[in-house]
């Protein structure tokens, strides 16, 4: 008895195993009637609002632990100094350690480390970073909107969207003569992963006994909230 329900359902499960394929074809060759893809955005240009400086010491010569100690002092000072500066960010970034070569022969090893700094207050990052060029070397600036900012203006950017998506979807049911649609997709994308910081290129190399505060200009960037839906017009 046992070994014949064992069979048994074995037989149900190859036979929903056939049958799967044939269902799954059948829904997706279903027709859908009266649908209409549509879409909208708006968009604005917003001022970038967070300056974000990348900044290394870097060290080559023959002595690895002497250069490793000399790298650790400079960005340990560093990262004190900016921890000292209230509103200012401070992360450590990559430790690297590369063997130098000369005509294929070992001569020697470079290291290097990099901090990261970002503050909303630019002036003040600005002049952090003249302050630490005597010892450190300013690698790369960039400008960018400020998560808290961005979230702000998608957020208004997304209500103007989807107005304009229902006015549109009004627009097509009133044209072709029906009173009413219901929605049966909507797809809301934003901008903030296609949109990368302005870059700058700063000064690859540190000012020796200078402090040298860069000049800046913010600049700005757009923002933009796109929507992608499908509606279905309702019969009378």
Not at 124 to 135: D, P
Not at 170 to 190: A, F, G, P, S
Request: hydrophobic share 40%; proline share 3%; glycine share 4%.
């Amino acid at each position: 008895m046992f070994i014949q329900r064992v069979n048994y359902i074995f037989s149900l499960f190859a036979l929903c195993l056939l049958l799967t394929p044939q269902l799954l074809l059948a829904t997706e060759q279903k027709p859908h009637y009266d649908r209409i893809n549509l879409s909208a955005q708006a968009a604005i240009k917003v001022d970038n609002d967070t300056l974000i400086a990348v900044m290394y010491a870097q060290k080559e010569g023959n002595d690895l632990a002497l250069l490793t100690d000399s790298v650790n002092q400079l960005v340990t000072e560093g990262v004190d100094k900016a921890k000292r500066s209230a509103g200012i960010k401070v992360q450590t970034l990559s430790y690297q350690t590369s063997p130098v070569y000369q005509q294929q022969r070992l001569t020697g090893w470079r290291v290097r480390q990099s901090i990261r700094l970002e503050s909303l207050q630019s002036d003040k990052l600005s002049t952090l970073i003249g302050e630490l060029q005597s010892s450190l070397a300013l690698e790369s600036l960039s400008y960018a909107i400020s998560p808290a900012q961005r979230q702000k203006v998608e957020e208004s950017l997304m209500l103007q969207a989807i107005d304009e998506f229902q006015r549109r979807a009004d627009l097509v049911t009133k044209q072709l003569e029906r009173t009413q649609y219901r929605l049966v997709e909507m797809v809301i994308q934003t901008s903030d992963k296609s949109i990368q910081p302005m870059r700058m290129r700063a000064n690859m190399m540190a000012l020796e006994g200078a402090s040298v505060t860069p000049t800046l200009q913010a600049g700005s960037q757009n923002v933009r909230v796109e929507i992608n839906g499908i509606i279905e017009l309702q019969l009378e």
